[in-house]
């Protein structure tokens, strides 16, 4: 019965993706089956650990981070928890060797996010290596299944990955973000009068991730090139709209790409794929 337990915990981690991120639900789907249950697991963990912080207001959000973060490495340490989620990412931790640095540095931006309302340079860059960075590492980690040679020589596009994502994100999510949260990630920035100059600002520094991030993807494993590379395509498709897009709308309503739009990507990166052009 242990296995049905182990069964229904992954259930929970691939339920909770979908139900968040449609997007990233449909890239994990398009990775080996073999990938699919610890990416799915990855997840399901920092969308709950992001949830504290963003949505939680009527809860002491410290208390509950700080609960959720000793359960964590209980659940690692003990190799199972009864909350499902943990229980499948303690799994993965587990099976791939992740490092628990890794673990720790991505809480710390979570605690940041409890205390900090506004970010300057070294404190947006140590916000995104722990928020977006090492879940992509995390993510490596999978995709490497214990090689280490192959995780050291991919690390810094990994990164980048991940990087480029969270920015999108913020970009995307700055009406969010500032009016509801209060937060302002990039520095410098004013968005009471946010200006076409500091937008192009945020997107070359964004360009110069998706660059690097792009010729790391060529070299990944094959078993996780496709699906990474649509996760990358979904991104970029959103980055580019974004960036056609003035300032002050952006600053007015969430932009997003239409389902019908990802159904292409889908079938142009499927082309690309059978063609080995990927």
């Given amino acids: 019965m242990l296995h049905l337990f182990g069964m229904v915990s992954q259930e929970c981690s691939e339920v909770v993706t979908k139900r968040y991120s449609t997007s990233f639900a449909s890239a994990i789907r398009l990775l080996h089956k073999d990938l699919r249950a610890p990416i799915f697991n990855i997840y399901g963990f920092v969308r709950f650990a992001d949830e504290i912080v963003d949505t939680f207001h009527d809860y002491n959000k410290t208390e509950l981070l700080q609960q959720f973060?000793?359960?964590?490495?209980?659940?690692i340490s003990r190799r199972i928890s009864l909350n499902p989620i943990l229980n499948s990412?303690?799994?993965?931790?587990?099976?791939?060797?992740?490092?628990h640095q890794l673990i720790n540095s991505f809480f710390h931006s979570m605690e940041m996010d409890l205390s900090m309302q506004q970010y300057d340079e070294p404190g947006y860059e140590e916000y995104i290596y722990g928020s977006a960075e090492?879940?992509?590492?995390?993510?490596?980690?999978?995709?490497c299944n214990g090689c280490r040679d192959t995780y050291q020589k991919l690390e810094i596009y990994a990164r980048s990955l991940g990087a480029a994502f969270q920015k999108v994100n913020f970009l995307r999510d700055i009406k969010a973000d500032y009016n509801d949260l209060s937060r302002t990630y990039f520095p410098g920035c004013d968005f009471t009068n946010f200006s076409n100059i500091q937008k192009l600002k945020i997107e070359e520094e964004i360009e110069k991730d998706f660059q690097n991030a792009y010729s790391g993807i060529l070299?990944?494993?094959?078993?996780?090139r496709f699906g990474v590379y649509v996760a990358y395509k979904y991104y970029l498709s959103l980055f580019r709209k974004i960036r056609r897009t003035a300032p002050s709308r952006i600053m007015q309503a969430r932009i997003s790409i239409p389902n019908y739009h990802k159904a292409m990507i889908v079938v142009r990166a499927g082309v690309?794929?059978?063609l080995r052009m990927i």
Avoid: H, R, S
Avoid at 89 to 99: P, S
Avoid at 219 to 224: I, N, V, W
């Fill in 219 to 224: 070299q990944l494993p094959f078993k996780a």
């Fill in 134 to 143: 090492v879940v992509g590492l995390m993510c490596l980690q999978v995709f």
């Fill in 272 to 274: 690309k794929n059978q």
């Fill in 89 to 99: 990412f303690q799994k993965t931790v587990n099976e791939y060797k992740i490092d």
């Fill in 69 to 75: 973060k000793t359960e964590t490495f209980e659940a």
